[in-house]
Antibody, heavy 122, light 111 residues
Framework: EVQLVESGGGLVQPGRSLRLSCAASGFTFDDYAMHWVRQPPGKGLEWVSG????????GYAGSVKGRFTISRDNAKNSLYLQLNSLRPEDTALYYCVKSITSARASSSFDHWGQGTLVTVSS | QSVLTQPPSVSAAAGQKVTISCSGSSSNIGSNFVSWYQHLPGTAPKLLIYDNNKRPSGIPDRFSGSKSGTSATLGITGLQTGDEADYYCGTWDSSLITDVVFGGGTKLTVL
């Protein structure tokens, strides 16, 4: 059974940093691209960042480019998202998401974690 | 303001059929595959349709997808109360501004 378990969320002040982690199991992690998708309270889904199976191809949403960094450790079956210079508008439930392909260029995500909540407030 | 446009809400009676539209542009829907997701409150989103019209294993054939030009449609037949959820379309965007774009979501109410 595929499992994606996020951790690292919490309450943080504007301008500070946070690191999200996602522990994956139940599938061959390094065969698939992985992404982060977030959902602000009361709003819809917003894609944040994606990384190919071999880390060569990485992409970010314009709203987080230059502030967030995605990475993965295939040896540890783990996905990460470093969130720097956080803003109140970054407040959201952050989902770790598995792609159906190894390449980054797909919008088809067949497994989602339960999410970790990031709240940016003073 | 979402890149893909969906109706905020749709409703239909149990047992009936409903369609949800998703409108985009040549840089997203017009040149890439479309996916559809079902999001029940308090749960993780579920992939219903990928590559415009394919269903992952375990998704009943009551759910269908189609695409024409820069628009896509999700169809649900034999509506059940358990289908009440938010539905999102998503696709790759070739504009280089972002990678994946989602619609704003459509709330389905089963009467």
């Amino acid at each position: 059974e595929v499992q994606l378990v996020e951790s690292g969320g919490g309450l943080v002040q504007p301008g500070r940093s946070l690191r999200l982690s996602c522990a994956a199991s139940g599938f061959t992690f390094d065969d698939y691209a992985m992404h982060w998708v977030r959902q602000p309270p009361g709003k819809g889904l917003e894609w944040v960042s994606g990384i190919s199976w071999n880390t060569i191809s990485i992409g970010y949403a314009g709203s987080v480019k230059g502030r967030f960094t995605i990475s993965r450790d295939n040896a540890k079956n783990s996905l990460y998202l470093q969130l720097n210079s956080l803003r109140p508008e970054d407040t959201a439930l952050y989902y770790c998401v598995k792609s159906i392909t190894s390449a980054r260029a797909s919008s088809s995500f067949d497994h989602w974690g339960q999410g970790t909540l990031v709240t940016v407030s003073s | 303001q979402s890149v893909l446009t969906q109706p905020p809400s749709v409703s239909a009676a149990a047992g009936q059929k409903v369609t949800i539209s998703c409108s985009g542009s040549s840089s997203n829907i017009g040149s890439n595959f479309v996916s559809w997701y079902q999001h029940l409150p308090g749960t993780a989103p579920k992939l219903l349709i990928y590559d415009n019209n394919k269903r992952p294993s375990g998704i009943p054939d009551r759910f269908s997808g189609s695409k024409s030009g820069t628009s896509a449609t999700l169809g649900i037949t034999g509506l059940q109360t358990g289908d009440e959820a938010d539905y999102y379309c998503g696709t790759w965007d070739s504009s280089l501004i972002t990678d994946v774009v989602f619609g704003g979501g459509t709330k389905l109410t089963v009467l």
